[in-house]
Structure formats: structure tokens, C-alpha cells
């Protein structure tokens, strides 16, 4: 395999766009509109979200980021590996990374959303150490969706 490498990258740029428009696909297939919260290009450009890459062979495979909501916790978004690359455990190296930048700002609780439907990253949210919890923010109740937080202690 290839080198992975996992960096910090403008969400605006055409390769990223054109994977969070695979992202946004996807997800619309698995679940209403009103279970979807995605976080558009512009909202992922400000200076509260750290956005990530994973890049193999000049090919952008995956990316994620994190919402530092005001000092409180980190918010893990769009985390998302094409399929064909799925299995190399580069969602994993996000997420770790991720944790990381999370830490080094002083955040020390890490919480998101994901669906009922993508057991895949719901095992790997727990293999990573969260743990389930209710609604949070401004999230509704939703049987679709699935809330998560882990300590970065």
C-alpha cells in the first residue's frame, strides 16, 4: 500500500469538493434530509473548524474535521473514506489525528453524530473509545441517528 498522508486541507479546493459531493450522496441515500446535518464548504472554511485530508498516491481518499464549539468540545464531521479504500484504516488515522489537533487546542471532549445505518463507523467510533449518549446541541431526537462523545483526557 501506498503512503497515507493526513493533512490539514481547504475544504474549497476541486478534489475535496468533489469527495464531500460523494459524501453528501451517500449519506442522502441512507437517510431523510431531515437526518442528515451536514456542515457545507463555507461553514467547514471557518476559523473554528479544523479540516483534514487523506491523501494516497496524489489522490485525495478521505477527510474529516472537527468544529471547536467555543472552547467546549471538539465536534467531529464529515468523516468519510471512499470505498475503495475502505479497510486500510485510514478513517482510523483520521479520527486519531483529529483527537490530536483537538487536544493540542485544549479541548478536552470530543462528541458526534453518525446513523443507525453505517454500523462501520459506528465500530469505529467504539473501537476509538466513545461511548454512547443522548442528543447534544442543537440536535433533535432522531431514531436514525446515533450520539457519541469520548474524553481526550
Known amino acids: 500500500m501506498q503512503n497515507i498522508a493526513i493533512q490539514i486541507e481547504d475544504p474549497a479546493s476541486a478534489p475535496v469538493v ?8 451517500y449519506m442522502s441515500g441512507l437517510y431523510p434530509a431531515e437526518s442528515n446535518h451536514f456542515l457545507p464548504v463555507e461553514a467547514l ?3 473554528n473548524v479544523t479540516f483534514l ?4 498516491a496524489g489522490q485525495v481518499v478521505g477527510c474529516g474535521a472537527f468544529v471547536n464549539h467555543d472552547g467546549q468540545y471538539a465536534e467531529i464531521k464529515r468523516m468519510f473514506v471512499l ?7 485510514i478513517g482510523h488515522r483520521i479520527l486519531a489525528e483529529l483527537e490530536a489537533l483537538a487536544r493540542d487546542a485544549g479541548l478536552s471532549l470530543a462528541r458526534l453524530e453518525t446513523g443507525i445505518n453505517q454500523p462501520e463507523a459506528i465500530g469505529l467510533y467504539e473501537r476509538a473509545g466513545y461511548y454512547r449518549r443522548g442528543p447534544y446541541g442543537s440536535y433533535p431526537e432522531d431514531p436514525l441517528c446515533v450520539f457519541m462523545e469520548k474524553s481526550l483526557r
Open 45 to 47: 472554511r471557518q476559523a
Open 53 to 56: 485530508t487523506a491523501v494516497v
Open 83 to 89: 470505498p475503495e479504500f475502505r479497510g486500510l484504516k
Open 18 to 25: 468533489q469527495l464531500i459531493e460523494q459524501l453528501d450522496g
